[in-house]
């Protein structure tokens, strides 16, 4: 039986997702290959996977805001875009032992967003490519996390598509960093979103303006 939450690695709850949703034979496209840890331990020879990332090695090298891919090519489109600002991830050092060594997995080269509006940008621009190039009814099985946002609950309304099931990972034991005064509780989890795509693209999720009464 799968669950919704556990403490597994994510390759545990990316095999259970392919199992459920995913049907041997069929198109998928990871935009965010990184190193495919995503993927180990699974037989990807059962899969027709093209592997795109813009930084590491991959298929093709691709920026996924501009995906080299026909559109309503795909069955299933994987995205795990960098989910934390280049300020907001620090290096690892001697200092900074948790710290990641990954210079570009999440947004740390030069390129990555500075702030949460041009994060909200590269998830934008990702997402919509994944609508594109997804066929009618196919599926995106992307990664979050929640920072000072609550992202999965504004991804949840993710335009043009329908959230069919959210994963919780449950962090595997302490998560990094020192004791300091605690004001909220530490997040210690992140969440793998299913969607399947909608036939018709929806309205962007805008804040409603209501016109004033005039005085
Ligand atoms: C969190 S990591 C993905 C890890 C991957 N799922 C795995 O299992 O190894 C984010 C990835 O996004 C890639 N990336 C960042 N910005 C990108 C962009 N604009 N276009 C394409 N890939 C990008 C990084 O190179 C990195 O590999």
Known sequence: MIYTARAENNNGFFRDILNLYVPEGTSVADLTWGR???????DRSKYNLIRLDKHTSCDVRADFRAVPLADETQDTVVFDPPYVTRMGFKRRSKENPNGSNQKSAFGLDESGPRNERE?????AAGTAEARRILKRGG??????????RWRH??????PGFKLIDLLVVITKGKPPGKPYAQKRARKNHSYFMVFRKLRTA?????????RRPSL
């Open 36 to 42: 495919g840890k995503f993927w180990e331990g699974i």
């Open 119 to 123: 994060l909200d940008a590269l998830y």
């Open 139 to 148: 599926i995106l099985i992307l990664k979050t996390m929640d920072t000072e």
């Open 153 to 158: 609950v504004e991804l949840a309304h993710l």
């Open 202 to 210: 929806g309205a962007r999720a805008t804040v409603s303006h209501h």
